[in-house]
């Protein structure tokens, strides 16, 4: 299961992701097993656009790292950029949980694929 999150280019929403490995588990099992994953702090959930859970890997130390996601409004993608933390210096003193921010658009993928 985290091989199939760990894989893919996109961070995955449910649906996706039971389509990968669907057929090797049930549903129940499938939501307890990414909810415990969750709790391990070795994956985390953001909801996009359209109010949609979806899953990204993380490495437990990066808990505290504040991911920028950008999600497709095209395609309906939606991927983490790897390169791009924010820090807040307002928050220094905070301890931050979590956060989420996501930017919408269109991707450089669909972007060419129209120009065609
Ligand atoms: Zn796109």
Do not use: W
Not at 2 to 23: P, Q, T
């Amino acid at each position: 299961m985290l091989a199939v999150i760990n894989d893919s280019e996109h961070v995955l929403s449910y649906s996706e992701i039971k389509g990968e490995i669907g057929k090797v588990c049930s549903r129940v099992t499938l939501y307890r097993v990414l909810e415990r994953l969750e709790q391990e702090g070795v994956m985390y959930k953001i909801a996009d656009v359209d109010g949609t859970f979806r899953f990204g890997s993380q490495s437990p130390k990066d808990n505290n790292t504040s991911y920028v996601h950008f999600s497709c409004v095209a395609c309906r993608n939606v991927t983490k950029l790897k390169e791009d933390h924010v820090t807040f210096s307002s928050l220094s003193k905070h301890q931050v949980h979590f956060s989420q921010i996501t930017m919408a658009g269109i991707c450089p993928q669909f972007k060419k694929s129209t120009q065609t």
